[in-house]
DNA sequence: AAGTGGTCTAGACCACTTT
DNA sequence: AAGTGGTCTAGACCACTTC
């Protein structure tokens, strides 16, 4: 049978990526949670009217971005926050001897506002739209190592209260995908070296003027949708940002 | 035809692997220079005596680790430093403002030393062994902005002097590939704030005492080979280090 | 027109996991 | 044994670049 055609956008767009394109709307729509099972690639393959092949094709883009994880045998699984393979994949600071840890989280401030004009701005939102804050210090092995301060849209967390992130050792963006349905693919981050004031230095227990890692990170759910601020002080005398270079 | 098994490896090693071993081995060999154009998917094809589709595999999984970059319609080429697209992939300092440009370097330091025990074993060198040692510090838009510190094993960079490299507006990396057929393929970063001493100050023209970011580089050519040791001090008053997570 | 990479199909068979 | 993803082939045709 010769090449099906279809609705073919002006500039040309090959089947698989169509057919990736439905997938990602069908992850953006919650048909499959993070952690589920999607079809096979032979169901996917007769669902949208072409080869195994096609649909392979378009799969293996969507693993290769990490929005789908193939383990071989089993099926095709929505890939989630909640596993150890994608832990440390948005947690960069990592420990200058021993394993990298997860850390424990103490809540400092948490708080519904009005966004400033640079949240909104970064967020997509309005000016004055509802944003969830969140200032917090992150621990590892007992050790205040981070201060984190989160900025999110409140309209996509409504039911998010201190209490159901207190004393949290469960990954923030695990709670997110669960309890929220927000699934963070992306994240751009811009990083400095700056002076600890009074105030962080007292909540990482260093002198003040100690230099620290500030680190600025914007995350993104599907389709580039901007859902968090962060800015976080990474303190690094036993621990590094570590990264690779490809 | 069924398909031809050859010599399989005790654990199962797919032949587009296989593929892949070769043409690497090709690479590493400088059968094909950087820049380079190398033999169409069908010539592969023959020449391995696979289908085209195998090859292409091999050759797709070399794209994405950007040992090979195709061109639709041209061929398909051997990567290389001296081109725009891998011009900023090991060079993630950026301005705050506008548009990143590649610095220019003065050479503060240059020459041929005796391998630090340190410095050997990330080399992959024996103690002692001849290492050339290069301090430089980089300008953006006239402002110095990084102090460099590099470590290179003085068997791959047997001409290497401070002339060929003085005032140099050229990549570093295209450089070493060009002249000394040293390909960076990878690299691993550690990223610490630290203090300014008086001496990195003054060539920064900064208080003593200035956060600075502390970039700590292990450079790979193929086969995991480390080729390169480097302390990077950026400032970080005007630029920033840019990442993105995955 | 010829040559390159890019897409799509159909079918066979392999490797891994579960029943 | 059945179902999943993984590999390999052979052939057709499309899109892009160059001659």
């Known amino acids: 049978m010769p090449t099906a055609a279809r609705d073919r956008a002006p500039t040309f767009s090959p089947l698989y990526r169509q057919i990736k394109a439905?997938?990602?709307?069908?992850?953006?729509?919650?048909?499959?949670?993070?952690?589920?099972?999607?079809?096979?690639?032979?169901?996917?393959?007769?669902?949208?009217?072409?080869?195994?092949?096609?649909?392979?094709?378009?799969?293996?883009?969507?693993?290769?971005?990490?929005?789908l994880v193939r383990r071989q045998g089993k099926g095709t699984?929505?890939?989630?926050?909640?596993?150890?393979?994608?832990?440390?994949?948005?947690?960069?600071?990592?420990?200058?001897?021993?394993?990298?840890?997860y850390p424990e989280s103490r809540i400092i401030e948490f708080r519904r506002q009005r966004a400033a004009a640079e949240v909104a701005r970064v967020l997509d939102l309005k000016s004055g739209d509802s944003v969830v804050y969140l200032k917090r210090v992150l621990l590892f092995a007992k050790r205040p190592s981070v201060v984190d301060e989160l900025h999110l849209p409140g309209g996509l967390f409504r039911g998010l209260t201190a209490e159901r992130l207190a004393e949290g050792r469960a990954p923030l963006y695990g709670t997110f995908e669960t309890d929220f349905g927000v699934k963070m693919i992306r994240a751009d981050e811009k990083i400095r070296a700056v002076a600890a004031d009074a105030a962080v230095a007292q909540l990482l227990e260093v002198p003040t003027g100690t230099p620290l890692l500030q680190v600025d990170r914007v995350a993104f759910s599907y389709g580039e949708k901007p859902v968090e601020l962060r800015r976080g002080l990474y303190l690094t005398q036993h621990h590094h940002y570590r990264n690779t270079l490809n």
């Not at 929505?78 to 021993?98: I, K, N, Y």
């Open 77 to 101: 699984f929505v890939a989630s926050h909640g596993e150890a393979r994608t832990q440390f994949r948005f947690l960069r600071l990592a420990p200058d001897e021993g394993e990298p840890s």
């Open 22 to 67: 439905l997938i990602v709307a069908s992850l953006e729509a919650l048909e499959w949670r993070p952690g589920d099972m999607i079809p096979s690639e032979m169901e996917l393959a007769a669902r949208f009217k072409v080869s195994q092949g096609t649909v392979r094709k378009a799969i293996d883009e969507l693993a290769a971005e990490n929005l």
